[in-house]
């Protein structure tokens, strides 16, 4: 079985910063690409980042410059780091690892449950 516990999420004034992190636990050999992704009520889940295990990124356009993806592959994290929060930003956000467990024959993409962003005017 392969986890994904975010957290950090928050109640924030716009312009603050949050940082959120993701640990996978489980019976991991690897992990490929981790994300976030969030969703605002009303609309669907968008991508917000992604990072490859070699470090290569993508960021939706409406947060370059301001949010950062980094992760630790030995401890199997990936954070967030979310500056100038606008209140378009709040949203509940979830991440993503493809994972290839050590009882799978291969790649699965989890999720995590999620945690609330909220960025107040």
């Known amino acids: 079985q392969v986890q994904l516990v975010e957290s950090g999420g928050d109640l924030v004034q716009a312009g603050g910063s949050l940082r959120l992190s993701c640990a996978a636990s489980g019976s991991i050999l690897s992990i490929n690409t981790m994300g976030w992704y969030r969703q605002a009520p009303g609309k669907q889940r968008e991508l917000v980042v992604t990072?490859?295990?070699?470090?290569?990124?993508n960021y939706a356009d409406s947060v370059k410059g301001r949010f950062t993806i980094s992760r630790d592959n030995a401890k199997n994290t990936v954070y967030m780091q979310m500056n100038s929060l606008k209140p378009e930003d709040t949203a509940v956000y979830y991440c993503?690892?493809?994972?290839?467990?050590?009882?799978?024959?291969?790649?699965?993409?989890?999720w995590g449950q999620g945690t609330q962003v909220t960025v107040s005017s």
């Open positions: 993503n690892a493809e994972v290839l467990a050590h009882w799978s024959r291969g790649w699965n993409l989890y």
């Open positions: 990072i490859t295990s070699g470090g290569n990124t």
